[in-house]
């Protein structure tokens, strides 16, 4: 199969925020690395006027995905060490950062829609961060407990909060490889 060659020419694609995340983590370092090391940690999401209206019929979902700008996220790398392991591994092959699309994802627990605020708990988000979408989560669709998991079935390490590995000076656009 042909390998599409360094970075083709599709144009920027620009996403306006839809919301801010609200949270208490400041810093990644002591930040939980996942929603399943977080739990009972509470925070709230911001929706912007706009799309207050879309927030119809959320409520009666126990969890919500939300899609997010990792805005902290360090220039990306294609092989990285993640969190719960001690070699490199291919950074698509993770839940890192360092992405050359930065898009962070958590099924968050949802406990109250008012009005344009969402109040969640199991957060892994730092404060302030952009949102970009909410999506119910939905078992039937996206729950998988059996599935394989790479390299994550071999780790031991179930250590959940970050270290700052993954903190330092935001650049978007490295050239890929
Ligand atoms: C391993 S990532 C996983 C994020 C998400 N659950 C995912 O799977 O896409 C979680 C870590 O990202 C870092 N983080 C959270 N919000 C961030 C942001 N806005 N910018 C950069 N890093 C962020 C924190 O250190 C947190 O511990």
Known sequence: MAVIPARPSLGAIVFEPIGI???PHRAQAGTPIQPAFAQG???SVSVFAPYVGALA????FERIWLLYHLDRAPAWKSKVVPYLDTVERGLFATRSPPRPNPIGMSAVRLLAVEGDELRIVDV???DGTPLLDIKPYVPHFDAHPGARAGWFDESTSRAGIADGRFSGDPRRREPTE
Do not use: N, S
């Open 124 to 126: 892994d988000i730092l």
């Open 57 to 60: 019929d959320l409520a009666g």
């Open 41 to 43: 940690v509470g925070g």
């Open 21 to 23: 995340i609200h949270t």
